[in-house]
């Protein structure tokens, strides 16, 4: 899958003369592009990237080939994964020190369960989805584990009784169940959230090596001088 977000009124004044040069940029990634996370990040690295000289595309991948073809080259990079990902295994990719968002990660579940931190996981079995590295760490912490494609499948494994939980952001899980036929089987999303967990892009470092760097420097700007904050807001009043 391809996405192409067209904004306007949102560039730096500075573009307006490279719009005839941009170069395609293509970052893969796992998130379900109905997400806010996906869309927000979307629309804020085709602003920033427009700044470079390029033009974002992003397709949809499993996530052990989405970084597969990140490294080798395949593709340029990774839209967002989490600040620690083992760059030994994936010696090709830069991390872009700025982060791209910061999330919170909830429990979602049937109303009856107690959530009280990760002391309170070793009672549940958790279904989440295959490649989320902080729960793949973590992954002792729970009575059982089971990898699943999508959030849906996780929240069939709960009404089904296999499964008592799944871990996403409580916005996602908001726009997911929303739209979802499941939703109304006394699922809830549980507070407090679990955890926060910054994601970043990266960048494969032998097709752009100055590019992480440089646009770890737009995504600075752009938070101080509030278009990063006007393009969330974008992307909550399209909910």
């Known amino acids: 899958m391809v996405v192409f977000i067209c904004l306007h009124g949102l ?122 590295a902080f729960l793949d760490k973590n992954q002792a912490r729970f009575k059982g584990v089971i990898l699943v494609d999508d959030f849906d499948q996780a929240i069939e494994l709960i009404i089904a009784g296999r499964a008592d939980i799944t871990v996403t952001s409580k916005a996602t899980a908001q726009r997911l169940m929303k739209n979802s036929p499941l939703s109304s089987h006394e699922i809830k999303i549980h507070n407090p959230p679990l955890v926060e967990v910054k994601l970043h892009t990266y960048i494969n470092k032998q097709r752009h090596p100055e590019l992480p760097h440089q646009l770890s420097q737009v995504l600075k700007v752009m938070k101080l001088d509030g278009r990063y904050g006007k393009l969330s807001q974008l992307t909550a009043t399209s909910r």
């Open 11 to 132: 560039y730096s004044p500075a573009f307006g003369a490279q719009s005839k040069a941009l170069k395609p940029l293509t970052l893969s990634t796992t998130n379900d592009p109905r997400t806010p996370l996906y869309q927000k990040t979307v629309q804020v690295l085709r602003v920033a990237l427009a700044e470079l000289g390029f033009t974002l595309n992003v397709i949809t991948l499993p996530s052990k080939r989405s970084l597969s073809w990140s490294n080798m080259g395949k593709v340029d990079g990774e839209l967002f994964r989490v600040s620690d990902l083992d760059l030994a295994t994936y010696p090709n990719l830069i991390r872009v020190n700025e982060a791209i968002a910061v999330i919170d990660q909830s429990v979602i579940g049937k109303s009856g369960i107690v959530v009280n931190g990760w002391q309170s996981m070793q009672h549940y079995t958790i279904a989440y989805e295959r490649g989320t």
